[in-house]
């Protein structure tokens, strides 16, 4: 391996010296100085560190954030949401240590636009970036604000690894332009289908790896995770988040691996009475599974427990190409690419001993642009007055409060370059209505009764469809880059010659 342009860590000394002493300060006198002095620097650097608020009745300190998000991870992929046939011990442990929510949203169907409403707290309305295509080397402008912004602002050091597909290298989007100190990975996400790449991106350069697709000498997602580890180690003594957006199970290229499932062994599946394609997809899951492990286990490790909250969740739902053995839907109609509940609904977990009580469910509905306001919330950070965003904080149902009644709507709408395959969703209570350019007309179903969107009641409850309806025109704010009804005829902007 050869590195490239490593990031820059910024280190501060501090130092004093004591000349000029009046005649009065005896010997003791001056031990006793010096030993205030050295007692308040302690607490200073406390205080700076650990970031403790002190309110009237308790000292909370503000926690780390580690937010691990896998890739096309389906809602029924894993033990805790009924998977049957591939074990996730690791993840099933973590949601028996902390919540687990039942209806927790993607920001969108697919990739990109999921990503930029986790960042920016707009639904895809909204949000800058909308869907997959067309491509764009920057999605992301000096003006948008992240919620990685938000944090560094507020005094967190911020990192991350894995799929950033929001602004390439070289770009005003690129994450260490939009409030991370350290990113590595992939930003281009048709880079991140490539698992034996020839180099990942390193903060402002390269980690090069020549010869790997042919080697395979490393697998991407080990080296995400090292990488992963490293950063919470460094950052152990001061506040922190930490955005690992693993590629894990996201399918890789058929130049890789005949089933579009690159990986390095099938363990701990090689000897069941499955097809290749069902072992090396259920690997992938044991992998992704495994380094949550690791990554909570040095949580524990560093005695940062306590003071971290763990989020485990997936970007969008499973593709439909996962083999029908394992169900990634579970009980969900629908995949990735569509806005069925199968495509948007996914699992959702969060451990923080000193707040949240163990082994709890949820069935509050949450979504990816609440998470903006909630990480701002929980570091005492401020969110610019004149940012419109969409997403509530959901620090309540973290605590297993019940979500505050305030919120209207969730909205998602995809395909806005894709033809008549544009399509908009609105969930409105329990009500989730589902319009597609194709079909034209608003299909209704109720989801406390019919999670699985088989029964459209629409004819039954005309004056639901029309409120719904209302939202959708009123939803979307119109885009240049994102002409409803156009069809985009390009090509990925990365190849491999890169």
Same mark, same amino acid.
Not at 118 to 132: C, F, S, V
């Given at each position: 391996m050869v590195y490239v342009m490593p990031g820059v860590m910024g280190t501060s000394v501090c130092a004093f010296h004591l000349e000029g002493l009046p005649p009065f300060c005896s010997r003791i006198n001056l031990v006793r100085l010096i030993s205030?002095?050295?007692?308040?620097?302690?607490?200073?650097?406390?205080?700076?560190?650990?970031?403790?608020?002190?309110?009237?009745?308790?000292?909370?300190?503000?926690?780390?954030?580690v937010f691990i998000m896998a890739d096309d991870l389906g809602y029924g992929d894993v033990g805790c949401y009924d998977q049957?046939?591939? @074990?996730?011990? $690791?993840?099933?442990?973590?949601?028996?240590?902390?919540?687990?929510? %039942?209806? *927790?949203?993607?920001?969108? #169907?697919?990739? @990109?636009?999921? $990503?930029?409403?986790?960042?920016?707290?707009?639904?895809?309305?909204? %949000?800058? *970036?909308?869907?997959?295509? #067309?491509?764009?080397?920057s999605y992301l402008d000096e003006a948008d604000v992240t919620v990685a912004e938000i944090l560094s602002d507020a005094g967190y050091q911020c990192g991350g690894v894995g799929k950033w597909s929001l602004g390439d290298?070289?770009?005003?989007?690129?994450?260490?332009?939009?409030?991370?100190?350290?990113?590595?990975?992939?930003?281009?996400?048709?880079?991140?289908?490539?698992?034996?790449?020839?180099?990942?991106?390193?903060?402002?350069?390269?980690?090069?790896?020549?010869?790997n697709t042919i080697s395979r000498e490393h697998y991407s997602h080990d080296l995400l995770t090292e990488r992963a580890l490293t950063f919470i180690r460094d950052q152990k003594d001061s506040p922190f988040f930490f955005y690992a957006a693993f590629a894990l199970p996201h399918f890789s290229s058929k130049d890789e691996d005949p089933h579009g499932l690159a990986v390095p062994s099938t363990q701990p599946y090689s000897d069941r009475n499955w097809d290749e394609?069902?072992?090396?997809?259920?690997?992938?899951v044991h992998m992704l599974d495994r380094d949550v492990g690791r990554i909570v286990d040095l949580i524990d490790d560093l005695g940062l427990a306590e003071d971290t909250l763990v989020i485990f969740t997936s970007d969008n739902g499973g593709h439909a190409t996962v083999p029908e053995r394992f169900k990634t839907s579970g009980p969900l109609r629908g995949f990735k690419r569509s806005l069925t509940e199968g495509g948007i609904r996914v699992p959702f977990i969060a451990r923080w001993p000193r707040t949240i009580s163990a082994d709890t469910t949820s069935d509050d509905v949450i979504a990816f642009q609440d998470m903006l306001p909630t990480f701002a919330e929980l570091a005492g950070a401020s969110v610019p007055a004149d940012l419109q965003i969409d997403g509530i904080s959901v620090v309540g149902p973290l605590k297993g409060e019940k979500l505050n009644p305030s919120r209207n709507h969730l909205y998602w709408d995809y395909g806005?370059?894709?033809?008549?395959?544009?399509?908009?969703?609105?969930?409105?209570?329990?009500?989730?209505?589902?319009?597609?350019?194709?079909?034209?007309?608003?299909?209704l179903y109720d989801l406390s009764q019919d999670a699985g969107e088989i029964n459209d009641i629409a004819a039954a409850h005309p004056e639901i469809v029309k409120r719904i309806r209302i939202i959708m025109e009123e939803a979307v704010t119109p885009s240049a880059r994102y002409r409803i009804g156009t069809v985009y005829r390009g090509s990925p902007i990365w190849t491999t010659a890169q």
């Open positions: 205030a002095i050295v007692v308040a620097l302690t607490m200073s650097h406390l205080l700076q560190t650990r970031a403790y608020a002190t309110t009237s009745d308790e000292s909370t300190v503000r926690p780390n954030i049957q046939l591939i @074990t996730t011990p $690791r993840i099933d442990r973590l949601a028996s240590e902390g919540i687990r929510f %039942t209806q *927790a949203y993607a920001g969108g #169907p697919v990739c @990109t636009s999921s $990503r930029s409403v986790l960042m920016t707290g707009m639904h895809t309305g909204h %949000t800058p *970036a909308r869907d997959n295509v #067309p491509h764009y080397h290298a070289g770009t005003v989007g690129r994450a260490t332009n939009q409030g991370f100190h350290n990113w590595f990975g992939y930003l281009n996400q048709d880079h991140a289908h490539y698992y034996f790449t020839e180099y990942l991106d390193t903060d402002e350069g390269r980690l090069e790896l020549p010869g394609k069902s072992k090396k997809y259920a690997a992938m806005h370059c894709r033809g008549k395959h544009y399509a908009q969703a609105v969930r409105l209570g329990d009500w989730k209505g589902i319009r597609s350019a194709k079909a034209g007309r608003i299909e």
